[in-house]
């Protein structure tokens, strides 16, 4: 069942904490739950039946008092909570922002509280293969032929623009081969799309030659009719 009270996290949380040495006092100048160790860092934890954007507010806010700061919310198996739902965004969320978080699973036969975050300083990993690919397709689309926001709708991107220039030209010439369609786009990477074929564009009509499949066809008169 779920918590009706955030002071029901209280008791799971500060038996957890004593047990590893914390002395805990509750509503210390407006802290939710106050541990200091004589060896350790001072810990403070801000309660919540939820995770939700005021307890970061708080846990941000907790942040000028201490470096090890936790949100601490009860585990839940609605599909609904934002827990359960964005589980490793909101961890994430917690590390960039250098909070911690607590969990607490009210069990039939037992309590548990689970460190889903450890609070701390946060460099995310470098993405260098991720980022490359981001830079590359930026440079390599023509124009900006997208609008931000939209949905629905099938995104322009540069591989795509690229298969669309290349049948354009199996369109006007009949049957090409690859290395043609290279001469005539220009594009590295003509041969790879003609004979990839991720869209369901063209067709070997002999080795090495290629022409429209109708999908083809039917997809350049679209893209025309829309430009």
Known sequence: MPIQYESELYGPIKRYLEKRGYTVKAEVRGVDLMAVHPDEETIL???????????????????AL??????????????????????????????????????????????????????????????????KALHNEFTSRSGDPNTGGVTRRKIMTAYRQQALQIAACVAEHQICSPAELRKLTGFEKT???????????????????????????????SFTEEA
């Open 45 to 63: 934890v801000e309660l919540k039946k939820s995770f939700s954007l005021k307890l970061i507010f708080q846990g941000i806010e907790r942040l």
């Open 66 to 131: 201490s470096d090890r700061v936790y949100l601490a919310v009860p585990a839940s198996s609605t599909q609904s909570n934002i827990l359960n739902q964005h589980h490793k965004s909101v961890k994430k969320l917690c590390r960039r922002l250098g909070l911690g978080l607590l969990q607490v699973y009210f069990g039939p036969r037992k309590t548990r509280v689970d460190v889903l975050v450890d609070p701390g300083p946060y460099k995310p990993r470098t993405r260098a293969k991720a980022t």
């Open 191 to 221: 041969a790879s799309i003609v004979q990839k074929n991720h869209y369901g564009w063209f067709e070997r009509v002999e080795r090495g030659k290629y022409q429209l499949t109708e999908l083809g066809r039917n997809e350049l008169q």
